[in-house]
T-cell receptor
Framework: GQNIDQPTEMTATEGAIVQINCTYQ??????LFWYQQHAGEAPTFLSY????GLEEKGRFSSFLSRSKGYSYLLLKELQMKDSASYLC??????????FGAGTTVTVRA | IAGITQAPTSQILAAGRRMTLRCTQD?????MYWYRQDLGLGLRLIHY???????GKGEVPDGYSVSRANTDDFPLTLASAVPSQTSVYFC?????????????FGPGTRLTVL
């Protein structure tokens, strides 16, 4: 089976930085995805890592260490609209996505 | 371009009834997926289809069936609904090619089985 762990909840202040960690143990590895999901809505794609290192996309960055089974999503200059759940998902050796339970981020003024 | 549409948006269903959740995509994606999302458990794969005419079982397939008669449509059927199938159901699709092969999700169907 797959095991993907991420914190349940995080709270941060508007304008601050928050780092959401994700650790995984899967049968094979073919990439790691981060999705954002606002309450009552569908998940939307944020980032993809398949090689070690940092991928930056505007205010969002994602890091991967395959040897450690570890990734993080960094949200900079937090805005109120960033309040959402953030889902870590790993594509396994069969090219199927397994999702973590999600981290709910609350941004406070 | 609509992307992925799902119907109905929400449904309350009596236990034992048959129900089909509809999913249609207009992106000509090869692969399609059905997930259920439950509080504290995250998204779990029910069934998938890598291309029209083929389907496969995911992590939680029991009590569900799918068909893929063409590229655009991927209906999910609950033959005899049970309360444990109360959940939010998401359909997704992906191109099925290339290293990224990002999955794109529909708006979801909220199903309550009483």
């Amino acid at each position: 089976g797959q095991n993907i762990d991420q914190p349940t909840e995080m709270t941060a202040t508007e304008g601050a930085i928050v780092q959401i960690n994700c650790t995984y143990q899967t049968s094979g590895f073919n990439g790691l995805f981060w999705y954002q999901q606002h309450a009552g809505e569908a998940p939307t794609f944020l980032s993809y890592n398949v090689l070690d290192g940092l991928e930056e996309k505007g205010r969002f960055s994602s890091f991967l260490s395959r040897s450690k089974g570890y990734s993080y999503l960094l949200l900079k200059e937090l805005q109120m609209k960033d309040s959402a759940s953030y889902l870590c998902a790993v594509r396994d050796g069969d090219y199927k996505l397994s999702f973590g339970a999600g981290t709910t981020v609350t941004v406070r003024a | 371009i609509a992307g992925i549409t799902q119907a109905p948006t929400s449904q309350i269903l009596a236990a034992g009834r048959r129900m089909t959740l509809r999913c249609t995509q207009d992106m000509r994606h090869n692969a399609m997926y059905w997930y259920r999302q439950d509080l504290g458990l995250g998204l779990r794969l029910i069934h998938y289809s890598n291309t029209a005419g083929t389907t496969g079982k995911g992590e939680v397939p029991d009590g569900y069936s799918v068909s893929r008669a063409n590229t655009d449509d991927f209906p999910l059927t609950l033959a005899s609904a049970v309360p444990s199938q109360t959940s939010v159901y998401f359909c997704a699709s992906s191109d099925g090619a290339g290293s990224t092969d990002t999955q794109y999700f529909g708006p979801g169907t909220r199903l309550t089985v009483l």
